[in-house]
């Protein structure tokens, strides 16, 4: 979840590194944020399932930055981290990562239902049972973390239990096993998540072709392909290894600086590209969103200062 720079930057280096990052991430937060408030500013937006699963998607990706650019930071900044609080920080990051992509396998889920089984959607995608759903992910997407410290304690003696030098994953986690349980289930994960978006994008285009009115049909359709686009930005985090191995081979004196635009391309910035599409996308969102926020600037403008 952290940067994978290395970590003998010079003062310099790591200073920009770290003025980039917080300044990216406070930017990216402080978009998030206005998304949020204007969820919060309509009560029509907390009684629909759609946009609970939205915002807690950008709550979650919110949560993700933070504790990424902390730990970014404080892979350049201390040493020797208390190794609990190292452990409950990487915890926390692995399950926010995970949970992105099964969020959105959720949204697509009550896409084909609102399309497919329009007469069951108002019994099935009631508030009550989103907030049900969303506990689930996080239980779902917390089982991975938990395996990692489960396996920690039962292949690690009580001396190896000391504040790691970076409290950084390969270093927390560094047994073969960790390394296979990061693989398998990241594959696991992933493949669900696109078995339900292929599945239900599909099923919805066969809704399409039969309905005889197409526009709901095919605009659920479109919503259900932006997921996929959605999850193609979330999933750019593993292609930062391979990047990096193949840019090592042309640049092996630039290790450090490669690392690190690799961490934003492929971890900070899909934070703010996946959600603000869907917000920006979503008519009746956008419109709140111009609304809300037109009227705070006019209040600005208006009240003497």
Known sequence: MNSTSDLVDSYEEA????????????????????????????PIFS??????????????????????????????????VNFPFCCTLLTLAATTFMISPLN??????????????????????????????????????????????IILFLTQTASSFKPPAFCYTPIVFPTQLHQDRTTYSQVIYMSLVWFILIYTYCRVLFTAKKATSQGAANKGRNTILLHGVQLLLCMLSYLSPVLNYILYIFFPIH???????????????????????????????????????ACKHLFLRTVPL
């Not at 990052?21 to 998304?35: A, D, E, H, R």
Request: glycine share 2%; proline share 4%.
């Open 47 to 80: 009684r629909d399932s759609r946009y609970i699963l939205y915002i807690h998607l950008v709550m979650n990706d919110m949560i993700m930055i933070f504790l990424s650019v902390m730990l970014h930071v404080m892979s350049h900044t201390l040493h020797f």
């Open 104 to 149: 959105l396998a959720g949204m697509a889920i009550e896409r084909f239902i609102a399309i497919c089984k329009p007469l069951h959607h108002p019994q099935i995608c009631i508030p009550q049972r989103t907030y049900i759903f969303i506990c689930f992910l996080w239980c779902i997407g917390a089982i991975p973390s938990l395996a990692d410290i």
């Open 255 to 293: 290790r450090s600086k490669i690392s690190f635009f690799n961490y934003l391309l492929t971890n900070i910035i899909p934070r703010l590209l996946s959600p603000l599409i869907y917000g920006v996308r979503d008519q009746r969102f956008a419109k709140e969103l111009k609304k809300h926020f």
């Open 15 to 42: 200073l920009v590194k770290n003025i980039v990052t917080v300044f990216l991430g406070l930017i990216i937060n402080s978009i998030n944020t206005v998304l949020v408030v204007t969820f919060f500013s309509n």
